[in-house]
T-cell receptor
Framework: AQKVTQAQTEISVVEKEDVTLDCVYE???????LFWYKQPPSGELVFLIR??????QNEISGRYSWNFQKSTSSFNFTITASQVVDSAVYFC???????????FGSGTRLQVQP | EAGVAQSPRYKIIEKRQSVAFWCNPI?????LYWYQQILGQGPKLLIQ????????DSQLPKDRFSAERLKGVDSTLKIQPAKLEDSAVYLC?????????????FGQGTRLTVV
Protein backbone atom coordinates (compact mmCIF):
# COMPACT_ATOMS: atom_id res chain seq x y z
CA ALA A 1 0.00 0.00 0.00
CA GLN A 2 1.12 3.54 -0.56
CA LYS A 3 0.20 6.72 1.23
CA VAL A 4 1.00 10.42 1.11
CA THR A 5 0.57 12.63 4.17
CA GLN A 6 0.44 16.40 4.16
CA ALA A 7 -0.01 17.27 7.80
CA GLN A 8 -0.39 21.02 7.24
CA THR A 9 -4.00 21.71 6.32
CA GLU A 10 -3.66 25.45 5.89
CA ILE A 11 -0.79 27.94 6.07
CA SER A 12 -1.11 31.71 6.04
CA VAL A 13 1.89 33.96 5.44
CA VAL A 14 2.53 37.56 4.57
CA GLU A 15 3.94 38.40 1.18
CA LYS A 16 7.74 38.01 0.89
CA GLU A 17 7.92 35.45 3.67
CA ASP A 18 9.42 32.05 2.92
CA VAL A 19 7.16 29.05 3.41
CA THR A 20 7.78 25.28 3.44
CA LEU A 21 5.12 22.71 2.66
CA ASP A 22 5.72 19.28 4.14
CA CYS A 23 5.11 15.93 2.48
CA VAL A 24 5.73 12.47 3.91
CA TYR A 25 5.14 9.32 1.88
CA GLU A 26 4.95 5.58 2.36
CA UNK A 27 5.65 2.95 -0.27
CA UNK A 28 7.22 -0.50 -0.44
CA UNK A 29 8.54 0.06 -3.94
CA UNK A 30 12.17 0.92 -4.54
CA UNK A 31 11.32 2.70 -7.77
CA UNK A 32 8.81 5.51 -7.55
CA UNK A 33 8.22 9.10 -8.51
CA LEU A 34 7.12 12.01 -6.37
CA PHE A 35 5.24 14.99 -7.75
CA TRP A 36 4.03 18.37 -6.58
CA TYR A 37 0.93 19.95 -8.13
CA LYS A 38 -0.62 23.36 -7.57
CA GLN A 39 -4.40 23.86 -7.65
CA PRO A 40 -5.38 27.52 -8.00
CA PRO A 41 -9.00 28.65 -7.49
CA SER A 42 -9.74 27.86 -11.15
CA GLY A 43 -9.53 24.19 -10.18
CA GLU A 44 -6.99 22.88 -12.67
CA LEU A 45 -4.09 20.93 -11.19
CA VAL A 46 -0.83 22.36 -12.48
CA PHE A 47 2.29 20.18 -12.52
CA LEU A 48 5.25 21.74 -10.69
CA ILE A 49 7.96 19.10 -10.30
CA ARG A 50 8.76 15.41 -10.55
CA UNK A 51 11.52 13.57 -8.68
CA UNK A 52 12.49 9.90 -8.96
CA UNK A 53 13.44 7.72 -6.03
CA UNK A 54 17.08 7.41 -7.13
CA UNK A 55 17.73 11.13 -7.35
CA UNK A 56 18.01 12.80 -3.97
CA GLN A 57 19.59 15.92 -5.37
CA ASN A 58 17.69 18.98 -4.24
CA GLU A 59 16.37 21.28 -6.91
CA ILE A 60 15.84 25.00 -7.18
CA SER A 61 13.72 26.62 -9.84
CA GLY A 62 13.33 30.34 -9.43
CA ARG A 63 11.55 30.94 -6.12
CA TYR A 64 10.72 27.24 -5.74
CA SER A 65 12.95 24.60 -4.20
CA TRP A 66 12.45 20.97 -3.26
CA ASN A 67 14.15 18.88 -0.58
CA PHE A 68 13.91 15.11 -1.10
CA GLN A 69 15.17 12.96 1.79
CA LYS A 70 14.73 9.24 1.30
CA SER A 71 15.92 8.49 4.85
CA THR A 72 12.89 10.29 6.29
CA SER A 73 10.53 9.60 3.33
CA SER A 74 9.96 13.30 2.88
CA PHE A 75 9.68 15.54 -0.16
CA ASN A 76 9.25 19.11 1.07
CA PHE A 77 8.56 22.15 -1.05
CA THR A 78 9.74 25.68 -0.23
CA ILE A 79 8.59 28.93 -1.76
CA THR A 80 11.01 31.79 -1.21
CA ALA A 81 9.74 35.36 -1.04
CA SER A 82 6.10 34.30 -1.42
CA GLN A 83 3.70 36.30 -3.55
CA VAL A 84 -0.08 36.67 -3.52
CA VAL A 85 -0.24 34.66 -6.77
CA ASP A 86 1.20 31.68 -4.90
CA SER A 87 -2.09 31.36 -3.02
CA ALA A 88 -3.48 27.94 -3.92
CA VAL A 89 -3.82 24.39 -2.68
CA TYR A 90 -0.64 22.37 -3.12
CA PHE A 91 -0.70 18.61 -3.48
CA CYS A 92 2.10 16.12 -3.08
CA UNK A 93 1.62 12.86 -5.00
CA UNK A 94 3.32 9.50 -5.44
CA UNK A 95 3.38 7.03 -8.29
CA UNK A 96 5.11 3.65 -8.20
CA UNK A 97 5.72 1.00 -10.80
CA UNK A 98 2.89 -1.19 -9.54
CA UNK A 99 0.15 1.40 -9.58
CA UNK A 100 0.50 3.86 -12.39
CA UNK A 101 -2.06 6.37 -11.17
CA UNK A 102 -1.09 9.10 -8.76
CA UNK A 103 -1.78 8.78 -5.04
CA PHE A 104 -2.37 12.26 -3.68
CA GLY A 105 -2.03 13.74 -0.23
CA SER A 106 -4.90 15.76 1.21
CA GLY A 107 -3.31 19.05 0.18
CA THR A 108 -2.09 22.18 1.93
CA ARG A 109 -3.95 25.43 1.37
CA LEU A 110 -1.51 28.33 1.19
CA GLN A 111 -2.80 31.85 1.68
CA VAL A 112 -0.37 34.67 0.98
CA GLN A 113 -1.59 37.97 2.38
CA PRO A 114 -0.48 41.25 0.78
CA GLU B 1 -0.93 22.89 -27.27
CA ALA B 2 -4.55 22.52 -26.18
CA GLY B 3 -5.07 21.17 -22.69
CA VAL B 4 -7.48 18.60 -21.34
CA ALA B 5 -11.04 19.72 -22.01
CA GLN B 6 -13.94 18.82 -19.76
CA SER B 7 -17.63 19.62 -19.84
CA PRO B 8 -19.81 20.71 -18.26
CA ARG B 9 -17.98 22.88 -15.70
CA TYR B 10 -20.84 22.73 -13.24
CA LYS B 11 -23.83 20.45 -12.76
CA ILE B 12 -26.56 20.36 -10.14
CA ILE B 13 -28.87 17.35 -10.00
CA GLU B 14 -31.26 15.75 -7.57
CA LYS B 15 -30.38 12.48 -5.91
CA ARG B 16 -31.34 9.39 -7.90
CA GLN B 17 -30.95 11.28 -11.19
CA SER B 18 -28.27 10.37 -13.68
CA VAL B 19 -25.45 12.55 -14.99
CA ALA B 20 -22.65 12.27 -17.53
CA PHE B 21 -19.34 14.06 -17.85
CA TRP B 22 -17.21 14.35 -20.94
CA CYS B 23 -13.43 14.57 -21.34
CA ASN B 24 -11.23 15.24 -24.35
CA PRO B 25 -7.57 14.52 -23.51
CA ILE B 26 -4.51 16.14 -25.01
CA UNK B 27 -3.97 14.92 -28.55
CA UNK B 28 -1.77 11.85 -28.67
CA UNK B 29 -2.08 11.00 -24.99
CA UNK B 30 -2.74 7.29 -24.66
CA UNK B 31 -3.46 7.24 -20.94
CA LEU B 32 -6.59 8.83 -19.49
CA TYR B 33 -7.64 9.07 -15.85
CA TRP B 34 -10.82 10.05 -14.02
CA TYR B 35 -10.36 11.30 -10.47
CA GLN B 36 -12.93 12.26 -7.85
CA GLN B 37 -12.02 15.16 -5.56
CA ILE B 38 -14.27 15.64 -2.56
CA LEU B 39 -14.07 19.07 -0.93
CA GLY B 40 -11.03 19.36 1.30
CA GLN B 41 -9.43 16.16 0.05
CA GLY B 42 -6.91 15.15 -2.57
CA PRO B 43 -8.05 13.61 -5.84
CA LYS B 44 -8.80 9.90 -5.75
CA LEU B 45 -8.53 7.70 -8.82
CA LEU B 46 -11.78 6.27 -10.16
CA ILE B 47 -10.58 4.69 -13.39
CA GLN B 48 -7.55 4.60 -15.67
CA UNK B 49 -7.61 3.83 -19.40
CA UNK B 50 -4.73 2.90 -21.67
CA UNK B 51 -6.04 3.69 -25.17
CA UNK B 52 -9.55 2.23 -24.96
CA UNK B 53 -8.78 -0.50 -22.44
CA UNK B 54 -9.29 -0.28 -18.68
CA UNK B 55 -6.06 -0.53 -16.66
CA UNK B 56 -7.40 0.13 -13.17
CA ASP B 57 -11.00 0.50 -12.02
CA SER B 58 -10.55 -0.98 -8.56
CA GLN B 59 -11.93 2.12 -6.83
CA LEU B 60 -14.84 2.75 -9.18
CA PRO B 61 -18.23 2.13 -7.50
CA LYS B 62 -19.42 -0.06 -10.34
CA ASP B 63 -22.98 -0.34 -9.08
CA ARG B 64 -23.57 3.30 -10.04
CA PHE B 65 -20.52 4.59 -11.92
CA SER B 66 -19.52 3.65 -15.45
CA ALA B 67 -16.95 5.00 -17.87
CA GLU B 68 -15.97 4.39 -21.44
CA ARG B 69 -13.35 5.57 -23.83
CA LEU B 70 -14.45 4.75 -27.32
CA LYS B 71 -11.80 4.86 -30.04
CA GLY B 72 -9.15 5.59 -27.44
CA VAL B 73 -9.72 9.36 -27.44
CA ASP B 74 -12.69 11.02 -25.70
CA SER B 75 -14.14 9.57 -22.55
CA THR B 76 -17.42 9.81 -20.67
CA LEU B 77 -18.06 9.12 -17.00
CA LYS B 78 -21.63 8.39 -15.92
CA ILE B 79 -23.30 8.21 -12.54
CA GLN B 80 -26.67 6.48 -12.30
CA PRO B 81 -28.33 6.95 -9.86
CA ALA B 82 -26.51 9.75 -8.06
CA LYS B 83 -26.25 9.93 -4.29
CA LEU B 84 -25.62 12.93 -2.06
CA GLU B 85 -22.09 11.70 -1.33
CA ASP B 86 -21.23 11.90 -5.03
CA SER B 87 -21.02 15.68 -4.70
CA ALA B 88 -17.44 16.40 -5.73
CA VAL B 89 -15.24 17.72 -8.50
CA TYR B 90 -14.58 15.15 -11.21
CA LEU B 91 -11.18 15.64 -12.79
CA CYS B 92 -10.01 14.16 -16.04
CA UNK B 93 -6.30 13.84 -16.71
CA UNK B 94 -4.16 12.45 -19.50
CA UNK B 95 -0.54 11.48 -19.98
CA UNK B 96 1.53 10.58 -22.99
CA UNK B 97 2.29 7.10 -21.69
CA UNK B 98 1.73 5.06 -18.59
CA UNK B 99 5.40 4.95 -17.63
CA UNK B 100 5.86 5.78 -13.99
CA UNK B 101 7.64 9.06 -14.75
CA UNK B 102 4.98 10.42 -17.10
CA UNK B 103 3.39 13.53 -15.73
CA UNK B 104 -0.37 13.83 -15.90
CA UNK B 105 -2.09 16.93 -17.26
CA PHE B 106 -5.43 17.82 -15.69
CA GLY B 107 -8.57 19.49 -16.93
CA GLN B 108 -10.45 22.10 -14.92
CA GLY B 109 -12.92 19.55 -13.69
CA THR B 110 -16.68 19.27 -13.43
CA ARG B 111 -18.17 20.35 -10.11
CA LEU B 112 -21.15 18.13 -9.31
CA THR B 113 -23.66 19.03 -6.63
CA VAL B 114 -26.25 16.44 -5.72
CA VAL B 115 -29.22 17.83 -3.76
Amino acid sequence: AQKVTQAQTEISVVEKEDVTLDCVYETRDTTYYLFWYKQPPSGELVFLIRRNSFDEQNEISGRYSWNFQKSTSSFNFTITASQVVDSAVYFCALRNTGRRALTFGSGTRLQVQP
Amino acid sequence: EAGVAQSPRYKIIEKRQSVAFWCNPISGHATLYWYQQILGQGPKLLIQFQNNGVVDDSQLPKDRFSAERLKGVDSTLKIQPAKLEDSAVYLCASSLAQQVESEAFFGQGTRLTVV
